[in-house]
């Protein structure tokens, strides 16, 4: 089945930097947009970055721009945050999801997500 | 940016019940909207996308209508697994796609 499992976040520091990774199965991972959608704790839901099916497009939230880099590693099935001069207010469960069929931005299903804690 | 505003903040109900949940956009997303469920310590489930379509395996309880500014979910007859915080999320000008704050909705 459709499966997207995230992993590499932790506890950090402000001021540092984290690379969150985002395994694929169950389908033609190279067909799809991939983005990432955060969660602050007890908060809603913000969209944080998108990457084209074959990495050429990308696009990002701008409380995010210039600080995290989105890529993607066809061959290998993963999707990848790399996130760099955290503050506080990056502190959430961050989520891969990808799109439903035919569509860039109905996502469905979303990963289990990974916590991110930016905290001295 | 397009702010979407949801309504109630909290909605209590009991299970049997219709549940009407209202999300309203700063300005018109056309029918762009989606509909998601989230329960504690899971990830966002699809319900409803393009205003009105229920994603794969939704039951058909749960309905979509609106267009424009103004779109609500119903659930028709509640059941115990649908009480969960509710997402609306428009994506009329992508990529700067956004969710409503989102609705609880807990059993009475």
């Known amino acids: 089945q459709v499966q997207l499992v995230e992993s590499g976040g932790g506890l950090v520091k402000p001021g540092g930097s984290l690379r969150l990774s985002c395994a694929a199965s169950?389908?033609?991972?190279?067909?799809?947009?991939m983005s990432w959608i955060r969660q602050a704790p007890g908060k809603g839901l913000e969209w944080v970055s998108y990457i084209s099916s074959s990495g050429s497009t990308i696009y990002y939230a701008d409380s995010v721009k210039g600080r995290f880099t989105i890529s993607r590693d066809n061959a290998k099935n993963s999707l990848y945050l790399q996130m760099n001069s955290l503050r506080a207010e990056d502190t959430a469960v961050y989520y891969c999801?990808?799109?439903?069929?035919?569509?860039?931005?109905?996502?469905?299903?979303w990963g289990q997500g990974t916590l991110v804690t930016v905290s001295s | 940016e397009i702010v979407l505003t949801q309504s109630p903040a909290t909605l209590s109900l009991s299970p049997g019940e219709r549940a009407t949940l209202s999300c309203r956009a700063s300005?018109?997303?056309?029918?762009?909207l989606a509909w998601y469920q989230q329960k504690p310590g899971q990830a966002p489930r699809l319900l409803i996308y393009?205003?009105?379509n229920r994603a794969t395996g939704i039951p058909a309880r749960f309905s979509g209508s609106g267009s424009g500014t103004d779109f609500t979910l119903t659930i028709s007859s509640l059941e115990p697994e649908d009480f969960a915080v509710y997402y609306c999320q428009q994506r009329s000008n992508w990529p700067l796609i956004t969710f409503g704050q989102g609705t609880r909705l807990e059993i009475k």
């Open positions: 393009d205003a009105s």
């Open positions: 300005q018109s997303v056309s029918s762009y």
């Open positions: 999801a990808r799109p439903i069929v035919g569509a860039t931005s109905w996502f469905d299903p």
């Open positions: 169950g389908f033609t991972f190279s067909d799809y947009y």
